[in-house]
Nanobody, 116 residues
Framework: QVQLVESGGGLVQAGGSLRLSCAAS????????MGWYRQTPGKQRELVAIITSGGYINYADSVKGRFTISRDNAKNTVYLQMNSLKPEDTAVYYC??????????WGQGTQVTVSA
């Protein structure tokens, strides 16, 4: 059974930083695509960043230059370093894994709140 457990969310002032972590289990981590998405009330969940098993990375335009996604295959963990945070980054952040058979898994989400 695949499990994704996020951590690292919290409250931070604008301009501050947070690092989110997502630990995966029950999956061949090195072979799967990992990503971070976020969602605010009344809006659709949106892509923040993805990193493939081969190291290809893509970011949403709104976070380019401020956020960095990385993965540690030895620890089965993906990270999202968030710098220069803005109030509009406030959201629930979800970890996502897509297996080689194109099955998508989601974590429970972690709240990030950026105060002005």
């Amino acid at each position: 059974q695949v499990q994704l457990v996020e951590s690292g969310g919290g409250l931070v002032q604008a301009g501050g930083s947070l690092r989110l972590s997502c630990a995966a289990s029950g999956v061949r981590f090195s072979s799967i695509r990992m990503g971070w998405y976020r969602q605010t009330p009344g809006k659709q969940r949106e892509l923040v960043a993805i990193i493939t098993s081969g190291g290809y990375i893509n970011y949403a335009d709104s976070v380019k230059g401020r956020f960095t996604i990385s993965r540690d295959n030895a620890k089965n963990t993906v990270y999202l370093q968030m710098n220069s945070l803005k109030p509009e980054d406030t959201a629930v952040y979800y970890c996502n894994a897509v297996s080689q058979s194109v099955v998508s898994y989601w974590g429970q989400g972690t709240q990030v709140t950026v105060s002005a």
